[in-house]
């Protein structure tokens, strides 16, 4: 397929955060992205969350900071049940 639309380069903008794709895929997306303005955003945010991801701690380094109290716990679990 050598017309992608939106959604399809998005997710082969997401695949290629993960692997390198073929050259085929990654021809059709430069293509797309020299029309589209909102892919080349959607691309470049998910390169911001890349970048910004590598400062978040693992969840075992949190481990020995403060807990939440069983209350906000619950109200947090209901909150998310309600949705």
């Given amino acids: ?6 959604q399809h380069v998005t997710e ?4 290629s955060l ?6 085929w895929q990654r021809l059709g997306i430069r ?3 020299g ?5 080349r955003r959607v691309k470049a945010q998910f390169l911001l969350l890349r970048r910004a991801s590598r400062f978040v701690p693992d969840a075992d380094d ?12 619950n109200r947090i679990k209901q909150s998310l ?3």
Avoid at 18 to 23: C, F, G, T
Avoid at 35 to 39: I, Q, R
Avoid at 62 to 73: E, F, I, K, T, V
């Fill in 1 to 6: 397929m050598w017309i992608f639309n939106c």
């Fill in 12 to 15: 082969l903008v997401s695949q």
């Fill in 18 to 23: 993960d692997h390198k794709l073929p050259w």
């Fill in 31 to 33: 293509m797309h992205h």
């Fill in 35 to 39: 029309m589209c303005k909102y892919c």
């Fill in 62 to 73: 949190l481990s020995d900071g403060p807990a939440l109290s069983p209350a906000a716990n």
């Fill in 81 to 83: 049940a309600l949705k």
